[in-house]
């Protein structure tokens, strides 16, 4: 790896170190959180040394460290938390994002290396640039030992689903991969832009994008052409289980056609985690079978208390939810999706 930052402290996104967090223990660390977030201390330096983004532009959860995301998780028992990467910028050609992948990929590698048991990491793909997606997947998958992909739900405004992405896509079905999902801002606007003032774009905008992403994939029947991938999507499946009605009424009038039963059974074979905190569970479960529910955090982009004193007592007090399934979301479901948790 070239022209990277030596580590003397690796950083994980976070609260500070010695800020304590506000709830109490919840037991013996055995949840497994898919979604949390990692912003690589060597990518933030390297890509600030060549003009890609401005450092302190960055979120402040960005530039926090590892000791602070692992008292967070013996907080809030959770034993192992799977990274997804962050490295926003605008790369200049295809030779540096490989660069920025692999910086981010060797630094993730080394948090999970130091803190066996604890992390595991995703690969991130730009699937507009498919020769550095082949080249990330092969890299990551194959040699790094990550258990998935991270891909965002639109490029340029072409969406998750889009036959532009199919290349790729072969390549992850013929590999079993678990594709994980996030959503970001919606296209057209001034990058960093509010779209409504005074209302953060994540507090609506991105669930929009993660729902849009998921029709285009059932529209384009995105996993029956790929019957080995597992896609996951963020935050409940955004605005999806709230207008699976809408869709199967009035699928036909997208281009494809949806007919109901293509709208049910992609929503029952997609998985859905729990980071927001997310909505009351039952019309979720009114269209998707519990053991495609997986326990996400959003943690540091979620702080540490918003989870630990608002999302966890959520879950445990929804009613929706046997304890059965509970132990399934928080552990079990993760496992039978990705068996290489076992053995990070």
């Known amino acids: 790896m070239t022209d990277s930052a030596s580590t003397s402290r690796l950083s994980l996104l976070g609260t500070s170190a010695d800020e304590p967090l506000v709830s109490a223990a919840h037991g013996t660390p055995s949840k497994i959180d898919m979604h949390q977030h990692f912003c690589a201390p060597e990518w933030r330096e390297w890509a600030g040394r060549h003009g890609l983004i401005k450092p302190e532009k960055l979120p402040p959860w960005s530039r926090l460290d590892t000791d602070a995301a692992v008292g967070f998780m013996d907080r809030a028992g959770i034993a192992t938390a799977v990274l997804k990467p962050m490295l926003p910028a605008r790369y200049r050609s295809s030779a540096q994002l490989r660069e920025a992948i692999n910086i981010t990929l060797q630094s993730a590698l080394e948090v999970a290396s130091s803190h066996p048991g604890r992390f595991s990491f995703y690969v991130p793909l730009f699937l507009d640039d498919p020769d550095a997606s082949s080249w990330a ?104 289980p709230y207008i699976a009605g809408r869709l199967e009424a009035l699928g036909r009038f997208c281009d494809p ?83 290489q948790l076992a053995s990070v």
């Open 137 to 240: 997947v092969r890299r990551g998958l194959g040699q790094l030992g990550a258990v998935g992909v991270n891909v965002t739900a639109n490029y340029g405004g072409v969406y998750l689903g889009d036959p532009t992405y199919d290349r790729v896509f072969h390549e992850l079905n013929d590999l079993s991969a678990v594709v994980d999902t996030h959503p970001h801002n919606l296209p057209d606007g001034a990058p960093g832009a509010v779209t409504v003032p005074g209302i953060p774009n994540f507090m609506c905008d991105f669930l929009l994008d993660t729902t849009r992403a998921a029709v285009n994939m059932i529209t384009h029947r995105t996993l029956d052409r790929f019957p080995n991938i597992s896609v996951i999507l963020p935050h409940a499946g955004g605005f999806l």
């Open 257 to 339: 056609p949806l007919e109901p039963a293509a709208v049910r059974d992609h929503l029952r074979r997609f998985y859905y985690d729990t980071a927001g905190p997310m909505a009351g569970a039952a019309t979720l479960l009114d269209h998707v079978p519990a053991d495609h529910i997986l326990f996400g955090t959003d943690y540091p982009a979620a702080p540490a208390d918003t989870v630990t004193n608002l999302a966890i007592p959520a879950l445990e007090t929804d009613p929706a939810f046997s304890p059965g399934q509970l132990k399934g979301i928080y552990h079990d479901n993760a496992l039978r999706l990705i068996p």
